[in-house]
């Protein structure tokens, strides 16, 4: 039953996904089946977490497809993700908010502080959501005005170059002037002569600048300086401040932009104009607008380290130092049942967000988070510690496989890189017991593993190195690796 979709089709579910962007609510009509399938070319195993995700996420559109009366009443389906470090939660939460063409946000929950202390207050993520969202839309509205505005530069750009004769521009910034056909000053009876060749010579200056035969030339022109509020940033770290500082910034955005005179190239000049131009054409109140009901319909938020929020209930851990545990806790608790959140964009009611949190829960488990926030994750789902077996497909099998990522670095200096079979099941297999001995870091082992492998060839290339062709082996391997994992000591340091 696993398997019902080959992979020709997750390409086709990708690419209508991206498509599905366009529709203002960016629920994607991905089944559970596709989405489980799609996790399945990031992410090993993990089989029951990437069903609870995408349950969730189906849940969402089918919610949109409710009556409206009804719609409101259903909730999402907010997740807690348990399970040893490295395996794979914020991976699934990240694949998942990219291929849901979602807002998508992730905080780590020991950041925040209980309201009234200094830190970041927990509102802040729905902040940083809408943020996100506005950034989003905007992204995907400049897409769609982008060949508009690449008409008007190249417009902008020819009449700096050559401004259209009777035009009152003077800012005549030509490199070289005269080079072209740029009539001097015509008399009266040749007017309509001279008119014609600025025309013609405009053409003929359009087609060299449609053939990049110009993109090296400098010109002058206007460009406008930072905007006024930059300087706010320094609010940032004080938690409900940076609103303030944002609300400034707005304010201040308002103010006209100091206009610089600059000198650059034209391949330059174009991409600020273009930013400009297309600045110009998009509507940003209704990108605001449509962010909002995108945070509102469908944002994600990940609470990465939720378990770090829970105080154990026994053992001598207690109350630690950071008493506002409990606190982050109840501050969280309107957000994630659904409350009214001030942004700087307006109200964003946080009702329907879904919320994921992940927590290794070694030492608190979901118990010992209170009550009321235990009931506001219905849904728990375990990820299992990774095996042997599962190292070798993560080292094969991802799209963004590591043994895939060294090979596409070293092709970059022409050198073909590749791994026998044996070399990565010993890779793999190193992993494991280096995890078993030392401490379980997951599939993060894997980076230092390889790391190590492979750095005197990083390291030797291109200088020192004259094979086209490298092959890593199973004995290779093990002479790398092997003193290192045999002493557990050195594996402390070194893997
Ligand atoms: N099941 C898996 N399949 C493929 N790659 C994985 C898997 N698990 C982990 N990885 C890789 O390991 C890295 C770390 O994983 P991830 O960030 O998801 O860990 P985590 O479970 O969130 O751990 P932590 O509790 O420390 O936050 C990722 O970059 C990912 O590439
Ligand atoms: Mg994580």
Request: hydrophobic letters at 40%.
């Amino acid at each position: 039953m696993e398997k019902t979709i080959n992979s020709e089709d997750n390409v086709i579910a990708l690419s209508e996904a991206r498509k599905g962007v366009q529709s203002s609510i960016a629920a994607s009509n991905l089944t559970p089946n596709q989405i489980v399938s799609l996790l399945d070319k990031y992410i090993i195993g993990q089989k029951d977490a990437k069903k609870s995700v995408a349950i969730a996420l189906r849940n969402r559109l089918r919610r949109q497809h409710v009556s409206d009366d009804l719609r409101d009443e259903i909730m999402p389906n907010n997740i807690i993700m348990i399970g040893p470090t490295g395996v794979g939660k914020t991976e699934i939460a990240r694949r998942l908010a990219k291929l849901a063409k979602a807002p998508f946000v992730k905080v780590e929950a020991s950041k925040f502080t209980e309201v009234g202390y200094v830190g970041r207050d927990v509102e802040s993520m729905i902040r940083d959501l809408v943020d996100q969202s506005v950034a989003m839309v905007r992204s995907e509205r400049s897409e769609d005005v982008r060949e508009k505005a690449a008409l008007l530069v190249e417009e902008r750009l020819l009449d700096i170059l050559l401004p259209p004769l009777g035009s009152s521009q003077n800012s005549v910034d030509n490199d070289e002037p005269g080079e072209e056909e740029t009539p001097g000053t015509a008399l009266p009876d040749e007017h309509d002569k001279s008119l014609e060749v600025n025309r013609r010579s405009r053409k003929k200056m359009l087609e060299r600048l449609r053939n990049g035969k110009l993109e090296d030339r400098q010109i002058e022109m206007d460009i406008s300086g930072d905007s006024p509020g930059g300087m706010m940033q320094i609010f940032g770290p004080l938690g409900q401040m940076e609103e303030i500082g944002g609300i400034m910034q707005d304010l201040m955005s308002g103010l006209p932009r100091k206009r610089k005179k600059r000198r650059v190239s034209i391949a330059d000049a174009r991409k600020l104009l273009e930013q400009e131009e297309v600045q110009k054409l998009i509507d940003m109140d209704s990108v605001v607008k449509e962010a909002i009901n995108k945070v509102e319909q469908s944002g994600i938020v990940f609470i990465d380290e939720i378990d770090k929020i829970a105080a154990p209930s026994s053992g001598s851990g207690g109350k630690g130092p950071d008493v506002s545990r409990e606190g982050v806790q109840r501050d969280l608790l309107p957000i994630v049942e659904g409350s009214n959140v001030a942004t700087k964009h307006g109200m964003v009611k946080t009702d329907h967000v879904l919320f994921i949190a992940s927590g290794a829960f070694h030492v608190a488990k979901p118990s010992d988070l209170i009550p009321e926030l235990q009931g506001r994750f219905p849904i728990r789902v375990e990820l299992k510690s990774l095996t042997e077996d599962d190292f070798y497909l993560i080292l094969t099998q991802p799209d963004n496989a590591l043994i895939k990522q060294y090979s596409a670095l070293l092709a970059t200096e022409g050198v073909d890189l590749t791994f026998s079979d044996g070399a990565i099941r010993e890779i793999a297999k190193i992993a494991a017991r280096v995890n078993e001995s030392v401490e379980n870091i997951g599939a993060r082992r894997l980076h230092t593993i390889m790391t190590n492998l492979l750095e005197e060839l990083m390291f030797n290339i291109p200088e020192n190195f004259a094979d086209e062709h490298v092959v890593i082996d199973e004995v290779m391997v093990k002479e790398k690796l092997n003193h290192v994992v045999a002493d557990r000591d050195l594996s402390q340091y070194i893997l």
